[in-house]
Nanobody, 122 residues
Framework: QVQLVESGGGLVQPGGSLRLSCAAS????????MGWYRQAPGKQRDLVADISSGGSTNYANSVKGRFTISRDNAKNTVYLQMNSLKPEDTAVYYCNADRIYHTHTAYSTNYWGRGTQVTVSS
Protein backbone atom coordinates (compact mmCIF):
# COMPACT_ATOMS: atom_id res chain seq x y z
CA GLN A 1 0.00 0.00 0.00
CA VAL A 2 1.10 3.53 -0.74
CA GLN A 3 -0.10 6.74 0.90
CA LEU A 4 0.47 10.39 0.05
CA VAL A 5 0.09 12.72 3.03
CA GLU A 6 0.05 16.50 2.62
CA SER A 7 0.84 19.07 5.29
CA GLY A 8 1.48 22.79 5.61
CA GLY A 9 -1.80 24.36 4.63
CA GLY A 10 -3.52 27.06 6.61
CA LEU A 11 -4.76 30.64 6.70
CA VAL A 12 -2.46 33.39 5.45
CA GLN A 13 -2.87 37.06 4.59
CA PRO A 14 -2.50 38.29 1.02
CA GLY A 15 1.18 38.68 0.18
CA GLY A 16 2.16 36.01 2.66
CA SER A 17 3.88 32.65 2.19
CA LEU A 18 3.21 29.00 2.90
CA ARG A 19 5.17 25.81 2.28
CA LEU A 20 3.33 22.61 1.50
CA SER A 21 4.86 19.17 1.89
CA CYS A 22 3.72 15.79 0.59
CA ALA A 23 5.35 12.57 1.69
CA ALA A 24 4.78 9.27 -0.08
CA SER A 25 5.13 6.17 2.08
CA UNK A 26 4.63 2.45 1.78
CA UNK A 27 5.84 -0.07 -0.79
CA UNK A 28 7.95 2.34 -2.87
CA UNK A 29 11.03 1.69 -4.99
CA UNK A 30 10.88 5.01 -6.83
CA UNK A 31 8.42 7.71 -7.85
CA UNK A 32 8.07 9.34 -11.26
CA UNK A 33 6.50 12.75 -11.64
CA MET A 34 5.00 14.32 -8.52
CA GLY A 35 2.78 17.33 -8.61
CA TRP A 36 0.42 19.70 -6.86
CA TYR A 37 -3.12 20.36 -8.02
CA ARG A 38 -5.74 22.63 -6.51
CA GLN A 39 -9.49 22.81 -6.48
CA ALA A 40 -11.52 25.83 -5.45
CA PRO A 41 -15.22 25.49 -4.54
CA GLY A 42 -17.32 24.94 -7.64
CA LYS A 43 -14.31 24.63 -9.92
CA GLN A 44 -12.38 21.77 -11.47
CA ARG A 45 -9.11 20.44 -10.13
CA ASP A 46 -6.22 22.07 -11.98
CA LEU A 47 -2.50 21.51 -12.15
CA VAL A 48 -0.43 23.99 -10.13
CA ALA A 49 3.03 22.56 -10.70
CA ASP A 50 4.78 19.26 -11.23
CA ILE A 51 8.33 17.93 -11.13
CA SER A 52 9.88 14.89 -12.72
CA SER A 53 12.20 12.50 -10.92
CA GLY A 54 15.05 14.24 -12.73
CA GLY A 55 13.99 17.67 -11.53
CA SER A 56 12.27 19.11 -14.61
CA THR A 57 9.48 21.43 -13.55
CA ASN A 58 6.24 22.70 -15.04
CA TYR A 59 4.03 25.50 -13.68
CA ALA A 60 0.60 26.90 -14.32
CA ASN A 61 0.84 30.41 -15.74
CA SER A 62 -1.05 31.82 -12.76
CA VAL A 63 1.68 30.80 -10.30
CA LYS A 64 4.86 31.30 -12.33
CA GLY A 65 7.33 33.49 -10.47
CA ARG A 66 5.48 33.05 -7.15
CA PHE A 67 5.49 29.30 -6.48
CA THR A 68 8.43 26.89 -6.49
CA ILE A 69 8.16 23.12 -6.57
CA SER A 70 10.98 20.89 -5.37
CA ARG A 71 11.47 17.31 -4.25
CA ASP A 72 13.67 15.07 -2.16
CA ASN A 73 13.86 11.72 -3.93
CA ALA A 74 15.51 10.02 -0.96
CA LYS A 75 12.48 10.92 1.16
CA ASN A 76 9.87 10.52 -1.61
CA THR A 77 8.69 13.99 -0.69
CA VAL A 78 7.60 16.93 -2.81
CA TYR A 79 7.35 20.53 -1.64
CA LEU A 80 5.53 23.63 -2.85
CA GLN A 81 6.85 26.98 -1.68
CA MET A 82 4.13 29.56 -2.22
CA ASN A 83 5.04 33.25 -2.02
CA SER A 84 3.10 36.44 -2.73
CA LEU A 85 -0.14 34.60 -2.12
CA LYS A 86 -3.37 36.04 -3.49
CA PRO A 87 -6.99 35.46 -2.48
CA GLU A 88 -7.49 33.59 -5.77
CA ASP A 89 -4.94 31.00 -4.59
CA THR A 90 -7.50 29.85 -2.01
CA ALA A 91 -8.28 26.18 -2.65
CA VAL A 92 -7.74 22.65 -1.45
CA TYR A 93 -4.28 21.60 -2.62
CA TYR A 94 -3.78 17.96 -3.58
CA CYS A 95 -0.56 16.04 -4.05
CA ASN A 96 -0.28 13.59 -6.94
CA ALA A 97 2.20 10.92 -8.00
CA ASP A 98 1.66 9.77 -11.55
CA ARG A 99 3.57 6.49 -11.33
CA ILE A 100 5.05 4.70 -8.31
CA TYR A 101 7.40 1.79 -8.84
CA HIS A 102 7.24 -1.00 -6.26
CA THR A 103 10.13 -2.89 -7.87
CA HIS A 104 12.33 -2.25 -10.95
CA THR A 105 9.41 -3.12 -13.20
CA ALA A 106 6.16 -3.28 -11.24
CA TYR A 107 4.31 0.00 -10.84
CA SER A 108 0.94 1.54 -10.03
CA THR A 109 -0.44 4.80 -11.34
CA ASN A 110 -2.20 7.97 -10.28
CA TYR A 111 -1.99 8.32 -6.53
CA TRP A 112 -3.63 11.24 -4.72
CA GLY A 113 -3.37 12.68 -1.25
CA ARG A 114 -6.45 13.78 0.70
CA GLY A 115 -5.69 17.46 0.29
CA THR A 116 -4.79 20.40 2.48
CA GLN A 117 -6.74 23.65 2.67
CA VAL A 118 -5.03 26.92 1.80
CA THR A 119 -6.97 30.09 2.54
CA VAL A 120 -5.65 33.51 1.59
CA SER A 121 -7.64 36.23 3.29
CA SER A 122 -7.22 39.37 5.32
Amino acid sequence: QVQLVESGGGLVQPGGSLRLSCAASGNIFSVNTMGWYRQAPGKQRDLVADISSGGSTNYANSVKGRFTISRDNAKNTVYLQMNSLKPEDTAVYYCNADRIYHTHTAYSTNYWGRGTQVTVSS
